[in-house]
């Protein structure tokens, strides 16, 4: 599975735009770009995935760039319980392999 | 609630114990995956299994062993329990092998605390 580099962490205002960015310059053409996010010590949180197109969903809205090199996952209107660890991750749709989730992004949201 | 389910939810144990975790997936979901999210680790992958049979390894130590059985039900076992095995044990499971969309449904989570 292709690496992805996340911000360590973000602010963002309540009621705003919250928009996290993802670097994954070695995306193979059949990997798809997954989102995932953890609250606090619980399980983690499917949000999006996509491969090409733009998705949105009622969590949020992926975007990735022409190039699939990266992408960006926006929460439209964040609040406090936006505040979590967000997982970039690449992968083939059906491997076997388990998600390989990395550091992510910790989203802070502030009241 | 995502449909999986771990039990127990909190285990204390000493060094050399053995312990079990168990995991109920979504009905329907015929993989199970188990990770283990300890502080300076974070999520790392330990084994998947599709329908009964493991289809997958990731850093599963050899003291730790898992099965699904005909029910789909999982069970995580960890042996010669040792200070840093504490950590977060997570379930997921999915329709298929990694999913029609990749999406994996995780269970809250069994906390294992080795004194």
């Known amino acids: 599975d292709a690496k992805t580099t996340q911000p360590t962490s973000m602010d963002c205002a309540e009621g705003r735009a919250a928009n996290l960015p993802c670097n994954h310059s070695?995306?193979?053409?059949?990997?798809?770009v997954y989102w995932y996010r953890q609250i606090h010590s619980q399980g983690p949180q499917y949000i999006i995935h996509?491969?090409?197109n733009n998705e949105t969903n009622e969590m949020a809205s992926l975007i990735i760039t022409e190039d699939r090199k990266s992408s960006t996952l926006i929460l439209p209107h964040a609040t406090l319980r936006d505040t979590a660890v967000y997982y970039c991750?690449?992968?083939?749709?059906?491997?076997?392999?388990?998600?390989?989730f990395g550091k992510g992004t910790h989203l802070i949201i502030q009241p | 609630d995502s449909g999986v389910t771990q039990t127990p939810k909190h285990l204390i144990t000493a060094t050399g114990q053995r312990v079990t975790l168990r995991c109920s997936p979504r009905?329907?979901?015929?993989?199970v995956y188990w990770y283990q999210q300890s502080l300076d680790q974070g999520l790392q992958f330990l084994i998947h299994?599709?329908?009964?049979?493991?289809?997958a390894k990731g850093n599963i130590l050899e003291r730790f062993s898992a099965q699904q059985f005909p029910d789909l039900h999982s069970e995580l076992n960890l042996s010669s329990l040792e200070l840093g095995d504490s950590a977060l044990y997570f379930c997921?499971?999915?329709?298929?092998?990694?999913?029609?969309?990749?999406?994996?449904?995780f269970g809250e989570g069994s906390r294992l605390t080795v004194l």
């Open positions: 997921a499971s999915s329709l298929t092998t990694g999913g029609n969309t990749g999406e994996l449904f």
């Open positions: 991750i690449v992968r083939v749709g059906r491997g076997a392999d388990g998600l390989t």
């Open positions: 299994y599709y329908n009964g049979e493991e289809r």
């Open positions: 996509g491969l090409k």
């Open positions: 070695t995306i193979s053409g059949n990997e798809y």
């Open positions: 009905s329907g979901d015929l993989s």
